[in-house]
C-alpha cells in the first residue's frame, strides 16, 4: 500500500520558517494537500493541489512538490500556526492515504 | 454556506451496533462524494472510504479502504441529504472520533464535520 511519511516533530520560534515535509514514491506526479487540525478541532484544508491556497487562509502558507517530497511551508510561523498537520494524496488504487502527521511546536 | 453537522457522541458496548449521521446543507447532497475519516485517541487521520449519493446503485456507491471493507456501512438518505456511517458489530477498537468530509472534484476535502466521539467499552 501506498505510503506518505512526515517528521514527528518541527520546532520553530516565532518569525521563522517552519519547512514541513511529506515523503512518497513518485509523490511529485499526484496533487498534495495538506490539512490543519488544533487539537480538540477538526482539520481544515490549508494546501490543497500542491501549492493552492484556499480562501481564507493566510499567505504564510505555501505548498510544492517535487521528486518524492511534498514540502508545506509557514513564512513567519505565528502561535496560531502551532497544531498539527497532515499530508494526503491518492494512491493508484484511487484510496485516499493520509500522511502521519507532524506536531509543529512555536516557541 | 457549506455546512456538515454531526451527531453527538455515543458510548456503547461490544457486540453492539450504531449508526452514526452527517447532515449536510449549504450545497447540492448528490454533487459531491462524503468521505469518512476516523482519528483514535492521540493518532493520526485515517481514511475509511467514500460515499457518492448520486448513485442509487447500493453496490457500487461507496469505495472502502482495505482497512475498513466487511466492518463498516456507508449509506445516504437524498431526501434529508444526510450521510450515515453504521457497524453492525462494535469492537473496543472502534473506539474513536469520526469526520465526515466533503470531497471536492478537485480531490480534496474542503468541509468537515465536527466529529463523533464512539467509546465501545464492557
Known amino acids: 500500500s501506498y505510503e506518505l511519511t512526515q517528521p514527528p516533530s518541527v520546532s520553530v520560534s516565532p518569525g521563522q520558517t517552519a519547512n514541513i515535509t511529506c515523503s512518497g514514491y513518485n509523490l511529485e506526479h499526484k496533487y498534495t494537500s495538506w490539512y490543519q487540525q488544533i487539537p480538540g478541532q477538526s482539520p481544515i484544508v490549508v494546501i490543497h493541489?500542491?501549492?493552492r491556497r484556499p480562501s481564507g487562509i493566510p499567505e504564510r502558507f505555501s505548498g510544492a512538490n517535487s521528486g518524492n517530497t511534498a514540502t508545506l511551508t509557514i513564512s513567519g510561523a505565528q502561535a496560531v500556526d502551532e497544531a498539527d498537520y497532515f499530508c494526503q494524496a491518492w494512491d493508484n488504487n484511487n484510496d485516499l492515504v493520509f500522511g502521519g502527521g507532524t506536531k509543529l511546536t512555536v516557541l | 454556506e457549506v455546512q456538515l453537522e454531526q451527531s453527538g457522541a455515543e458510548v456503547k458496548k461490544p457486540g453492539e451496533s450504531l449508526r452514526i449521521s452527517c447532515k449536510t446543507s449549504?450545497?447540492?447532497?448528490?454533487?459531491?462524494?462524503i468521505t469518512w475519516v476516523r482519528q483514535m485517541p492521540g493518532k493520526g487521520l485515517e481514511w475509511m472510504g467514500k460515499f457518492d449519493p448520486s448513485d442509487p446503485d447500493t453496490d457500487s456507491q461507496s469505495n472502502y479502504s482495505p482497512s475498513f471493507r466487511g466492518h463498516v456501512t456507508f449509506s445516504g438518505d437524498r431526501a434529508i441529504t444526510t450521510a450515515y456511517l453504521q457497524w453492525s458489530s462494535l469492537r473496543p477498537s472502534d473506539t474513536a472520533t469520526y469526520f465526515c468530509a466533503r470531497l471536492t472534484d478537485k480531490q480534496y476535502l474542503d468541509f468537515w464535520g465536527q466529529g463523533t466521539r464512539v467509546t465501545v467499552s464492557s
Open positions: 493541489q500542491d501549492h
Open positions: 449549504g450545497y447540492t447532497f448528490t454533487n459531491s462524494w
